[in-house]
């Protein structure tokens, strides 16, 4: 079967739906999503939107945190156009119906968190991602020209390479995509393209990110011939709870915004030692500091204490924390602290694109986490997640709408017939997966050992070769046998690891989230960004695998 429309967007966070919303009235919108809509990073986001929306603030302040955030990396344009235009992004939010919390006088209620040096975080008390899908989802199932095709995994990239006779790929015409429920592989062709897949949080063993966040968008770019940037910047939350849970349990920066103190089990404060600004430093700052108290008192976790606030003020600006720890963990943090560790959290780098989107293919965008727009440089601001997926997302539509106009994506419809059908391929011994499987774990321990938050040449050269071996044997593996989503995320999960490992092993210095203790960190201003071009970017008919 063929899925046909003008716009194919896969994935179902902010960005994907935020794009969607607009682009319907340009053509009709298909929407693949692996699980349910919902299931998406942005459905786990507690902390907010930052937006200089607050009287005393304005978009050059918010420029200046997230610049000092970045570690010197930043591209200034990006950030301009996401501070600026990114006030208007989330009043259009609030038109939508988005119930952000207000304070008594009816205002928005403005949080702060690290690095920031104005109250400007925009949230729905502390399930603001939830509250955000919640009404874009809403909105889009009623729309008359947007398609959800839910369990449905992308699979690769449609491009020159796969029409008869194979050709150099220069455009892109759509993607493969599973079905779940049927396990078959059918065809999604659209004028314009848009990766809006999330994070690939699932390389590590601990994250944050929900399950469908392995690295799919980055994975299926490369592929198809696209550069990626920067894919060493990968950010860890400092404060997730210490338990076991899949995926971990996010405390929000707000909570120290609002005034919680990390101190070690036996109730001594330490962030004073690692920055002025204490536990409101910015995050890769603060993992580093739980990290190095980690190891230097032996120690599994650091305590996160805000006990000392009014209960009914805490329990009123975090009934989701209060309550899911309560509730499902015995934890009332009105009266005893949070055990906490770092977690990966946010892939800072990702597919390289222009200000409107645009990706190295022709007709292809990425948007949002995916996406390396460079608003984030070596490490992003708190909040600023969110406001990237509703810039850059505004961006591609007006940027589409132009072409539209100019037909050029008419071009395109002649290479249609030539498109060869998708080759089932071998089914491959079930035994064969089970060894497979467990390249997952090693994937996973190598990251969180060699390539977590503190790293060494050493390390990043052992975790190189082994990950050369196991992505071979996934390759192996996946040429032989029929699709499955648990092979695909892994054949996406392995590809990007090596990725972010070659990306380490060529900066040669300690920067933001990038800290290796072979080299000393420098704050000097740089553009001298890491890009990974695939074999197709040079080769006609290679294959960046």
Same mark, same amino acid.
């Given at each position: 079967?063929?899925?046909?429309?003008?716009?194919?967007?896969?994935?179902?966070?902010?960005?994907?739906?935020?794009?969607?919303?607009?682009?319907?009235?340009?053509?009709?919108?298909?929407?693949?999503?692996? @699980?349910?809509?919902?299931?998406?990073?942005? %459905?786990?986001?507690?902390?907010?939107?930052?937006?200089?929306?607050?009287?005393?603030?304005?978009?050059?302040?918010?420029?200046?945190?997230?610049?000092? /955030?970045?570690?010197?990396?930043?591209?200034?344009?990006?950030?301009?156009?996401?501070?600026?235009?990114?006030?208007?992004?989330?009043?259009?939010?609030? @038109?939508?119906?988005?119930?952000?919390?207000? @304070?008594?006088?009816?205002?928005?209620?403005?949080?702060?968190?690290?690095?920031?040096?104005?109250?400007?975080?925009?949230?729905?008390?502390? *399930?603001?991602?939830? =509250?955000?899908?919640?009404?874009?989802?809403?909105?889009?199932?009623?729309?008359?020209?947007?398609?959800?095709?839910?369990?449905?995994?992308?699979?690769?990239?449609?491009?020159?390479?796969? *029409?008869?006779?194979?050709?150099?790929?220069?455009?892109?015409?759509? /993607?493969?995509? +599973?079905?779940?429920?049927?396990?078959?592989?059918?065809?999604?062709?659209?004028?314009?393209?848009?990766?809006?897949?999330?994070?690939?949080?699932?390389?590590?063993?601990?994250?944050?990110?929900?399950?469908?966040?392995?690295?799919?968008?980055?994975?299926?770019?490369?592929?198809?011939?696209?550069?990626?940037?920067?894919?060493?910047?990968?950010?860890?939350?400092?404060?997730?709870?210490?338990?076991?849970?899949?995926?971990?349990?996010?405390? #929000?920066?707000?909570?120290?915004? *609002?005034?919680?103190?990390?101190?070690?089990?036996?109730?001594?404060?330490?962030?004073?030692?690692?920055?002025?600004?204490?536990?409101?430093?910015?995050? $890769?700052?603060?993992?580093?500091?739980?990290?190095?108290?980690?190891?230097?008192?032996?120690?599994?976790?650091?305590?996160?204490?805000?006990?000392? !606030?009014?209960?009914?003020?805490?329990?009123?600006?975090?009934?989701?924390?209060?309550?899911?720890?309560?509730?499902?963990?015995?934890? $009332?943090?009105?009266?005893?602290?949070?055990?906490?560790?770092?977690?990966?959290?946010?892939?800072?780098?990702?597919?390289?694109?222009?200000?409107?989107?645009?990706?190295?293919?022709?007709?292809?965008?990425?948007?949002?986490?995916?996406?390396?727009?460079?608003?984030?440089?070596?490490?992003?601001?708190?909040?600023?997640?969110?406001? =990237?997926?509703?810039?850059?997302?505004?961006?591609?539509?007006?940027?589409?709408?132009?072409?539209?106009?100019?037909?050029?994506? =008419?071009?395109?419809?002649?290479?249609?017939?030539?498109?060869?059908?998708?080759?089932?391929?071998?089914? /491959?011994?079930?035994?064969?997966?089970?060894?497979?499987?467990?390249? +997952?774990?090693?994937?996973?321990?190598?990251?969180?050992?060699?390539?977590?938050?503190?790293?060494?040449?050493?390390?990043?050269?052992?975790?190189?070769?082994?990950?050369?071996?196991?992505?071979?044997?996934?390759?192996?593996?996946?040429?032989?046998?029929?699709?499955?989503?648990?092979?695909?995320?892994?054949? %996406?999960?392995?590809?990007?690891?090596?990725?972010?490992? !070659?990306?380490?092993?060529?900066?040669?210095?300690?920067?933001?989230?990038?800290? %290796?203790?072979?080299?000393?960190?420098?704050?000097?201003?740089?553009?001298?960004? #890491?890009?990974?071009?695939?074999?197709?970017?040079?080769?006609?008919?290679? =294959?960046?695998?």
């Amino acid at each position: 079967m063929t899925y046909t429309g003008t716009f194919l967007v896969i994935g179902s966070g902010i960005a994907g739906l935020f794009f969607a919303l607009k682009a319907a009235r340009l053509g009709k919108v298909i929407i693949v999503t692996k @699980d349910k809509p919902e299931e998406s990073a942005t %459905n786990y986001a507690q902390g907010g939107i930052a937006a200089a929306l607050g009287e005393m603030d304005n978009p050059e302040k918010h420029m200046e945190d997230t610049l000092t /955030a970045g570690a010197g990396l930043c591209d200034r344009e990006a950030v301009r156009i996401l501070v600026n235009e990114g006030v208007a992004a989330v009043r259009e939010l609030i @038109d939508l119906g988005v119930p952000f919390t207000r @304070d008594d006088s009816g205002s928005l209620h403005l949080g702060k968190e690290g690095g920031h040096g104005m109250h400007r975080v925009v949230h729905a008390h502390d *399930f603001t991602g939830r =509250e955000i899908e919640r009404s874009l989802l809403a909105q889009i199932v009623a729309h008359p020209d947007i398609q959800v095709l839910d369990r449905f995994m992308a699979v690769d990239l449609i491009t020159e390479h796969h *029409f008869k006779p194979r050709q150099f790929s220069r455009n892109c015409f759509g /993607a493969y995509i +599973l079905s779940e429920d049927t396990g078959e592989i059918h065809s999604a062709l659209a004028d314009y393209i848009i990766l809006a897949t999330g994070g690939a949080g699932r390389v590590y063993p601990h994250t944050t990110n929900p399950a469908v966040s392995t690295g799919d968008g980055v994975a299926m770019a490369y592929r198809a011939g696209c550069r990626v940037r920067n894919l060493e910047f990968f950010q860890f939350h400092p404060t997730a709870l210490y338990r076991e849970g899949d995926p971990a349990f996010l405390i #929000t920066e707000a909570l120290r915004g *609002f005034g919680a103190v990390l101190t070690l089990p036996d109730g001594t404060p330490f962030m004073h030692r690692y920055s002025e600004q204490k536990e409101l430093a910015p995050r $890769d700052i603060v993992a580093r500091a739980i990290d190095s108290e980690l190891k230097i008192n032996g120690v599994e976790y650091v305590h996160l204490d805000i006990s000392h !606030r009014n209960a009914d003020e805490i329990r009123a600006h975090f009934p989701l924390i209060y309550n899911t720890l309560k509730e499902k963990y015995d934890i $009332d943090i009105t009266r005893e602290p949070i055990p906490v560790v770092p977690a990966a959290h946010y892939m800072c780098g990702g597919i390289l694109v222009n200000y409107d989107g645009r990706a190295d293919l022709n007709y292809l965008y990425a948007i949002g986490e995916t996406a390396s727009t460079g608003v984030h440089g070596g490490n992003r601001l708190a909040s600023n997640s969110l406001l =990237e997926g509703l810039v850059f997302a505004q961006r591609a539509v007006n940027d589409i709408e132009g072409r539209l106009r100019q037909r050029e994506a =008419e071009a395109k419809k002649p290479y249609l017939k030539r498109l060869m059908p998708w080759d089932k391929g071998g089914a /491959a011994n079930l035994a064969e997966w089970v060894l497979v499987q467990h390249d +997952l774990k090693e994937i996973r321990s190598l990251m969180w050992d060699y390539v977590g938050i503190m790293r060494s040449n050493l390390r990043l050269q052992r975790a190189a070769r082994r990950i050369d071996l196991i992505y071979s044997e996934v390759l192996d593996f996946y040429n032989r046998t029929i699709p499955t989503r648990e092979i695909l995320e892994l054949r %996406n999960i392995a590809l990007v690891a090596q990725l972010i490992i !070659r990306s380490a092993l060529q900066r040669k210095e300690s920067r933001g989230l990038h800290f %290796n203790t072979d080299y000393e960190e420098v704050r000097d201003e740089s553009r001298n960004d #890491t890009i990974l071009e695939p074999l197709a970017f040079k080769n006609p008919f290679g =294959e960046a695998i």
